[in-house]
Each structure stands twice: as structure tokens, then as C-alpha cells.
């Protein structure tokens, strides 16, 4: 039994729980703190209230500390951990995964797996690139990570940024495991039939031609992800590429009513906002898109819509803050990296990314980078990392 003990059910996780029941064998029980996203709940970022519509329960046990319905927190940053040790002794696992040290739960679900003993699997968005500390800060920082990462039997890492973090502060003996940051492709429409299906119908509602280029930023509206920058950087464009832009926005948060007063005062030539749309609506607006743009300022660990744009044959365009940039965006090839914070850089990748729109060349050589960031790979290390310490019985890595 692998227990994992998470705030609450994700998206982007739950496919990875049931391959690992499904595909290896291994049962997993996940203890959450609440149930928001299966039940509505309100996402600060977002603005929204809204529940996921995809399955996020079957293939795997779920227990759960407390319910919203009668009064359990709806959000992640405020969830508490009352009832985790005994559901953790009740649950008597092998092991158990950890997907983060930050919030407050994520710390008692370390406390917790210690304090029993249990050999502890870490899988998290930890990285040295996002944010930018102070140097007594990121003293801290590190001596707090190095305790942990020295109290668990493997470290999984999710792509090269994480890979690298863990490198420079685990014990130079620990078990280190591939287990990249996923999406489940199956939700999705991806491919060329699907392609020419959706795409012109999608492209005249939003009464958008064949001949225009619809750049996608798909995400929250927040100044860390960095939508303003879009918004200039397409202004900066020549005036004979720009007339032929359309800008999407897909997704909501606080920026909207300021980005729809600067695309007006921009003169941009079309502007599309869309709000918040769920996981099964997205297919038809990926491949509308002949660009996603994530220009990010900072806190972008990952970037997990450019796994969803690629899966689709979208080339992305993205800035250095976004983590995924060195594992899944190669210059010329599956999309453009720019500069962080930079309108002038953004614009001169637009430009170079522009002329890899409506190629068939490029949209499988865009599946085909994403293709090991899978589901099933992402699995296959945590079962590589469960099995070895089911048979080992080691609780931690290496110290000395």
C-alpha cells in the first residue's frame, strides 16, 4: 500500500495514482484534506468558483479529513491536517508520497510519515530558478529542504530545474528518480483528425479567419504569469505582421478588466477574452491556437498548459521563468524561449516562433518532445521508488 497525503484531488495528479494501481500493481489510498475541486470551491487566482468535471475519484481509494459540504477549508493555503495520523496509521502503508513541503499540510504530512516511521517518497515542485530570495532567505530555505530531503528514502524529480535542485541539496548517496510532470493526454482531442474537426468551427465563432494567427495565453490572469507583457509584446510587432494576430485569453483573475482598457489603448487588432473553461472544453481552443504564449514573470515551476499545447501540435512560446522551458521548449523546433520581463524579447520570439505556425513538421515534432512527459512515465517512477524501498525497507536516504 503507497499512501499519498495531499491537500486535496488534482487534476493533473489523480491519473497518476490510479497508473500506478492500474499498470503496477500497487494500491494507493490518498489521504486529502478536503474535497474542493471535486466540490466547488473558489480559486483566489482565478476569481472563479468552480469543480473540476473530470473524473477525480475512481481507480483508487480516497479518504478524506473533512468535507467543504460541512465545513472543511476550500483552500489549499488554509488546510489543516486534523485526523492525518490516524488515518495514516489506519491506511498502514509501505510508503508514502509527499507532493510538496509548502503549505502548512504538506509540513504536517511530512511530521506525520516521519513520526511513524514510514519510508517517505517526495515528489514535489521544489526548484531553484522560480523565485528570487534573499540570501538569508534562501539560507534557510536550504537548510530546511536539506532536513527533509535527508529524512526521505527517494526523491523523485519532475524535469531538469527540479532534477538540479535536488542534486545540490540531497545527501550525495540519495535515491533520485525520473517522474516527469504530466498531463492525461486522454482528456483531450489531440490529434489531426480532431485538428481538422475543431478548428474551423472554434476559429468562426470567434470569428477569427485562416489567415490570422491566434496566439493563446491559457492560464490565471495574474501579474506573476505575465499577461500585460503578451499584451505589449504583440503591440510591438510590425504593423504588416500584427494586422493578422488575434490574441486569446483563456482563463480569468484579477488582470481581465485591465487587459481588456490595455488592449483597446494598444490598438490590438483582435482581442479575444474567454474565461475560465474546464479540462474537457480545451481541445477545441488548443488547436484554434497556432502559438501558446506563457511569458511568465516568476513562481512558474512548471507550466503545465505547455504540456497540454504541445500534446496538441501547438508550438509554445515561453519565457525563462517558466520551468518546463529546458525539458520541453527547443528553439526552432517545438516553440521560442524569451527573456524574462522583457517586451522587446517577447516580440523578437513572437516573430521567430511565427514562422513555425501551420506546419506539420513542427506539430509532431511538438507531440513528439512531449510524448515521455506521459502519465504512464510519471507512474513508472514512483512504482520504481515504491518497490525498491517495499524491498529494502529503507526509511531514509542516505545522511552520512
Known amino acids: ?21 492500474s499498470q503496477f500493481g500497487i494500491p494507493i489510498t490518498a489521504i486529502y484534506g478536503s474535497d474542493c475541486g471535486i466540490a466547488s470551491y473558489r480559486d483566489r487566482e482565478f476569481g472563479t468558483t468552480f469543480a473540476w468535471n473530470t473524473d477525480l475519484l475512481s481507480g483508487y481509494r480516497a479518504v478524506f479529513l473533512s468535507r467543504s459540504a460541512n465545513g472543511g477549508a476550500v483552500d489549499p493555503e488554509r488546510m489543516g491536517a486534523r485526523g492525518m495520523g490516524n488515518a495514516l496509521a489506519a491506511a498502514a502503508p509501505r510508503a508514502v508520497l509527499l507532493t510538496g513541503y ?17 519510508p517517505i517518497l517526495f515528489r514535489g515542485d521544489t526548484t531553484d530558478h522560480a523565485c528570487r530570495r534573499s540570501r538569508a532567505k ?4 536550504d537548510l530546511a529542504l536539506g532536513s527533509i530531503y535527508r529524512r526521505c528514502a527517494t526523491l523523485l524529480y519532475v524535469g531538469r530545474h527540479s532534477r538540479q535542485h535536488l542534486q545540490r541539496l540531497a545527501p550525495p548517496k540519495a535515491r533520485l528518480v525520473f517522474s516527469p510532470h504530466c498531463v492525461d493526454a486522454s ?11 475543431l478548428r474551423a468551427g472554434t476559429r468562426q465563432s470567434l470569428e477569427v479567419t485562416e489567415e490570422e494567427s491566434v496566439l493563446l495565453f491559457s492560464g490565471k490572469l495574474v501579474p506573476r504569469k505575465g499577461p500585460e507583457l503578451l499584451a505589449r509584446a504583440v503591440a510591438g510587432l510590425p ?23 490595455m488592449a483597446r489603448r494598444l490598438g490590438l ?49 515561453v519565457s525563462k521563468a517558466v520551468g518546463c522551458a529546458p525539458d520541453l521548449v527547443e528553439p526552432g523546433v517545438t516553440g521560442e524561449v524569451c527573456e524574462t520581463g522583457s517586451t522587446p524579447s517577447l516580440t523578437a520570439a513572437l516573430l521567430r516562433a511565427l514562422a513555425m505556425v501551420n506546419r506539420g513538421d ?13 502519465v504512464e512515465r510519471a507512474a513508472r517512477g514512483i512504482a520504481e521508488a515504491y518497490d525498491a524501498v517495499a524491498r529494502t525497507g529503507r526509511r531514509t536516504a542516505a545522511v552520512e
Request: proline share 4%; aromatic share 12%.
Open 1 to 21: 500500500m503507497l499512501v499519498v497525503l495531499a491537500t486535496h484531488p488534482v487534476q493533473y495528479y489523480v491519473p497518476i495514482y490510479r497508473a500506478v494501481e
Open 102 to 118: 509548502s503549505p502548512r499540510f504538506h509540513q504536517m504530512a511530512f511530521y506525520h510519515a516521519w513520526r511513524a516511521g514510514v
Open 138 to 141: 534562501a539560507w534557510m530555505r
Open 187 to 197: 482528456t483531450f482531442e489531440c490529434d489531426e483528425a480532431a485538428r481538422d474537426r
Open 239 to 261: 504593423a504588416s505582421v500584427r494586422e493578422h494576430v488575434a490574441l486569446v485569453f483563456l482563463g480569468d483573475g484579477e488582470l481581465r478588466a485591465s487587459l481588456e482598457v
Open 269 to 317: 487588432h483582435k482581442v479575444c477574452f474567454l474565461g475560465f473553461r474546464n479540462q474537457t472544453e480545451l481541445s477545441r481552443y488548443y488547436h484554434t491556437a497556432d502559438l501558446l504564449v506563457l511569458p511568465s514573470a516568476h513562481s512558474e515551476t512548471w507550466g503545465l498548459v505547455v504540456n497540454e499545447a504541445l500534446h496538441h501540435g501547438v508550438p509554445c512560446v
Open 362 to 374: 513542427v506539430r509532431n515534432a511538438c507531440r513528439a518532445r512531449v510524448a515521455d512527459y506521459s
